[in-house]
C-alpha cells in the first residue's frame, strides 16, 4: 500500500528566512527550519535580540515559539506563514457577466482615471481600450524590468540594514551608495560590519548594482 502524505504534506513554495542573534547569523532556510533553530536558542535562555527576515523582501517575521517544536510547525502551517509565492490574482466571480465567447482570464476590473483624449485613443486601439491597457503595461514591464530590478533590491537591502544595522558606523553612507548605485563606495562603507550582517547585506543589494541598461527604442 502506498503510505499517503500526511496533513502537513504541500506543494506550495516554502518561505526562506534568516535569523539573526543581533549580527550573528544562526539559521538561514525554510521558515520551518528556521523558527525551529531560533527556538533551539531561546529556550538556551539566551537575552541577546533575535530578528527573522524574509530572505525576498526584508520583512521582519514575527515567530511564535511557545509549546513544543510540534507546536510552533503546527501553527506556522495553520498561519500559512510559512509558505512563499505571491498572492494569486483574484478571479472573477462565478456569476460575473461574460460576453460570448469571453474567456475567464482572472482579470481584476479596477477604476482607471484618464482625460478625455486618453479614453478617446484607448478606444481607436485593436481590441479596445482594455488589450490596448494591457499591451502598454507589458512593455513598459519589458523595458524597465532591469530599472524595477534594482529599485526592488535597493528596497529590500535597505529594509534589513535599517532594521539591524542603523547604528553601525558607515550606515548613512552606505545606504547613499546603495541609492547611488555605487557597489565599490556600498563595500567600502559597509567593511567593518559583522562578517555575518556585512555578507547578507551586500547579498541582498547585488542585483542593485547589476541591473542591464534600459532597453532603448528603435530611432
Known sequence: MTPSS????STSPQRCCTAFEESRRIATGPL???ALKVKAVVDQGRQKT???FDDLTSELVELDLRGSDADVLDRLQASGLAEGGDVPATPEPEDAPRGPGRPRL???AREVTLLPRHW???????GGASVALRKLVEEARRTHEGK???RRAQEVAYRFMSAIASSLPGFEEATRALFAGD????????????PDLRS????LARQAFTAPEEKKGVA
Do not use: K, N
Request: proline content about 8%; cysteine-free; aromatic content about 8%.
Open 6 to 9: 500526511g496533513p502537513t504534506a
Open 120 to 126: 478617446e485613443w484607448l478606444g481607436s486601439q485593436p
Open 200 to 203: 547578507h547585506a551586500q547579498g
Open 148 to 150: 524595477d530590478r534594482a
Open 50 to 52: 533575535i530578528l527573522v
Open 32 to 34: 520551518r527550519e528556521v
Open 183 to 194: 557597489s565599490a563606495r556600498f563595500d567600502e562603507q559597509t567593511q567593518a560590519w559583522p
Open 106 to 108: 482572472g482579470v481584476i
